[in-house]
């Protein structure tokens, strides 16, 4: 069964400063995909950005990118330039390529500090 | 209007009563999933379904039941709720075609605490 372990329950991080949130998996799979879904207070599960693990171009959106390392089964997410909407838990998430079942991780809690 | 919507959006209720969570989409995907959320273990899945016909159970399928009566809808139900299934409920959808790469939409959450 797939596994996805985020070993920091909690991180904070100063205004305009950047941050690297920690993702591991565990698969047997060689097609998959791995999401970072933002949850802010509002509660609302919010897809901030997706990697497929055939390609080994490192998915960007804006200040947000991924460090996909897929030997080492790991998918860090940094946030360049934090800002305070950028406060909430984060989840990162799993999914074999021919499968629809969302594997996630425990969570992220997110504070930015001004 | 939200693609996915979900009612209640909270409630409380007390032990051994039943409940329905109901959800709806606008999206006309035809997947659709319900997970609760848990301080420390993130999302879990609890049922799933590809299709009117198809239903599936998750990680998480002991006291609940769902249906899908329609392919917009899909409720859950906790026929005798219990206070360890306090928790936040989604539901979410994603469509099977091939350029969908499957990416589930969720709804608002529903916060369910059992007394």
């Known amino acids: 069964a797939q596994t996805v372990t985020q070993s920091q329950p909690e991180m904070s991080v100063q205004e305009a400063e950047t941050v690297t949130l920690s993702c591991t998996y565990d698969t047997s799979e060689s097609d998959y995909y791995l999401f970072w879904y933002k949850q802010p207070p509002s509660r609302q599960m919010i897809l901030v950005i997706r990697q497929e693990a055939y390609k080994q171009q490192n998915a960007t959106e804006n200040r947000f990118s991924v460090n996909f390392q897929k030997a080492a089964k790991s998918f860090s997410l940094k946030i360049s330039d934090s800002q305070l909407g950028d406060a909430a838990m984060y989840f990162c998430a799993y999914r074999r390529a021919s499968g629809s079942r969302l594997t996630f991780g425990e969570g992220t809690q997110l504070t930015v500090n001004p | 209007d939200a693609d996915v919507t979900q009612t209640p959006r909270n409630r409380i209720t007390k032990t051994g009563k039943r409940i329905m969570l109901e959800c709806s989409q606008t999206?006309?995907?035809?997947?659709m999933y319900w997970y609760r959320q848990d301080p420390g273990l993130g999302l879990r899945l609890i049922y799933y379904s590809f299709d009117v016909k198809d239903i599936n159970k998750g990680e998480i399928s002991d006291g609940y039941s769902v249906s899908r009566q329609a392919q917009a809808k899909f409720s859950l139900s906790l026929e005798s709720a219990i206070p360890n299934q306090t928790a936040l409920y989604f539901c979410a959808t994603s469509d099977s075609g091939p350029r969908s790469h499957n990416e589930q939409f969720f709804g608002p959450g529903t916060r369910l605490t059992v007394l």
């Open positions: 999206k006309g995907h035809d997947r």
